[in-house]
């Protein structure tokens, strides 16, 4: 097990979140996106290594950089809430916040593992499984919830995935400290999103893709959703109540693998595709989030 799971956390932090950064918002985080190979190579590299001060330290380098993309997500935030008043964020800057943050958990997550510190009590097996589950079910599947939902014509449908794909991530989280129905709650929540994500995509972007490997990859990460999801509920499931359920090893080569390169992999390139189409030049364009209001702002803009 340890082999797959090395080789999708590196998947994860060596494109998943760079390609991510770009399609939230090329200018703004571009710089971040650029050197963030610099951070990712030492974190992937880590996995490999013993544990011990190598792979502790390795891992601090990657962690240092999850939180780099933590403070941009508070700074967001704060500029969000100063430019609506009392409006909550919408449903999209609520993906684009929980896609920042998540990798300061698995980053937290991987330094503990590394280190072969119990973090919280947990299991080193259970710290490690947690640093590809925030790049894919909290990074990568929160920023497709969000660009599904600014791009969905169906606006219900999408701004529910759009909310409950970070909340379903928050509940698998506090369920790692609450107990197994907690975390149960935090599946079918998750699943249901995912779900949602993977309809909307499947009736409405699939059809409008403008050539037929972008209308491929978006069927094929929707189709995988259906699946993967349903592996998660049963694995909750299992756990919350004792039934016969799959085991981490046979989640990890099922659940992890699809939703690595199923999903995650075949969406960003899907994703990547129309951000190349719809921009005016070679820079990639912003599909997620509109630019942020500025810091302080000196003349009256259009939002």
């Not at 060596?14 to 571009?30: C, F, K, M, S, T």
């Not at 008043?85 to 993906?95: I, K, L």
């Not at 992890?256 to 969406?267: I, P, T």
């Amino acid at each position: 097990m340890a082999v797959l799971v090395n080789l999708i956390v590196a998947l994860g932090m060596l494109y998943a979140v760079p390609v991510g950064l770009r399609l939230i918002d090329p200018a703004g985080l571009g710089t971040p996106a650029r050197l963030w190979p610099w951070a990712a190579a030492p974190g992937a590299l880590s996995p490999w290594l013993p544990r011990g001060s190598a792979a502790t330290a390795l891992a601090a380098l990657y962690a240092a950089a999850a939180l780099v993309l933590l403070c941009a997500a508070g700074t967001r935030l704060r500029r969000l809430v100063r430019a609506g008043g009392t409006r909550s964020p919408g449903p999209s800057e609520v993906a684009v916040l929980t896609a920042l943050a998540s990798p300061s958990v698995a980053g937290t997550a991987l330094v503990a593992e590394r280190a072969g510190y119990r973090l919280f009590g947990f299991d080193l097996d259970v710290l490690a499984l947690t640093v590809p589950h925030f790049h894919f079910a909290g990074f990568t599947a929160a920023l497709v919830a969000g660009l599904v939902c600014r791009s969905a014509a169906t606006g219900r449908q999408a701004r529910w995935a759009a909310y409950s794909v970070p909340a379903g991530t928050l509940l698998v989280l506090l369920g790692y400290f609450v107990d197994d129905w907690a975390e149960l709650l935090g599946a079918v929540v998750l699943t249901g999103g995912m779900w949602t994500v993977a309809l909307v995509t499947w009736r409405e972007l699939r059809p409008a893709a403008r050539d037929r490997v972008t209308g491929t990859l978006l069927a094929t990460s929707a189709a995988v959703l259906i699946a993967t999801m349903l592996l998660a509920l049963w694995w909750a499931a299992g756990e919350a109540t004792g039934v016969v359920h799959p085991t981490l090893t046979w989640m990890a080569a099922t659940h992890g693998l699809g939703n690595a390169l199923g999903f995650a992999l075949c969406s960003l390139l899907a994703w990547r595709r129309m951000a190349d189409d719809r921009a005016p030049s070679p820079r990639p364009a912003a599909l997620l989030t509109r630019p942020l209001p500025p810091a302080a702002p000196t003349r009256t803009e259009t939002p």
